[in-house]
């Protein structure tokens, strides 16, 4: 099982990414799934996760600015950043909490990382 994502990239401030993050392999079932950051320095720290039935949460730093959305039939997850400001440099990972067919139960999987770089 694995969470690939992509999207990332440099973008002006005040500009606009989508990342995406697909799970894949042998799945039964997709619980939770999020998005973390980790700036250069800094611990990593939760941007935004979406349960399988749609309810949201946001840091409050993104507030107004991300939109995290999933379709679950794809098993994928989605980030959509507005607004982007200078702060919001840093590597974005993917996790999701995916029960594994014939598997140990749930497990916490992380995505690879995908560096996003806002520019002045």
């Known amino acids: 099982v694995q969470l690939v994502e992509s999207g990332g990239g440099l973008v002006g401030a005040g500009g606009s990414l989508t990342l995406s993050c697909a799970a894949s392999?042998?799945?039964?079932?997709?619980?939770?799934m999020g998005w973390f950051r980790q700036a250069p320095g800094k611990q990593r720290e939760l941007v935004a996760d979406?349960?399988?039935?749609?309810?949201?949460n946001y840091a409050d730093s993104v507030k107004g600015r991300f939109t995290i959305s999933r379709d679950n039939a794809k098993n994928t997850v989605y980030l959509q950043m507005n607004d982007l400001k200078l702060e919001d440099t840093a590597v974005y990972y993917c996790?999701?909490?995916?029960?594994?067919?014939?598997?140990?139960?749930?497990?916490?999987?992380w995505g690879q990382g995908t560096l996003v770089t806002v520019s002045s």
């Open positions: 996790n999701a909490f995916i029960w594994v067919s014939d598997g140990p139960g749930w497990l916490d999987v």
């Open positions: 392999g042998n799945i039964f079932s997709v619980n939770a």
């Open positions: 979406i349960t399988k039935t749609y309810s949201t």
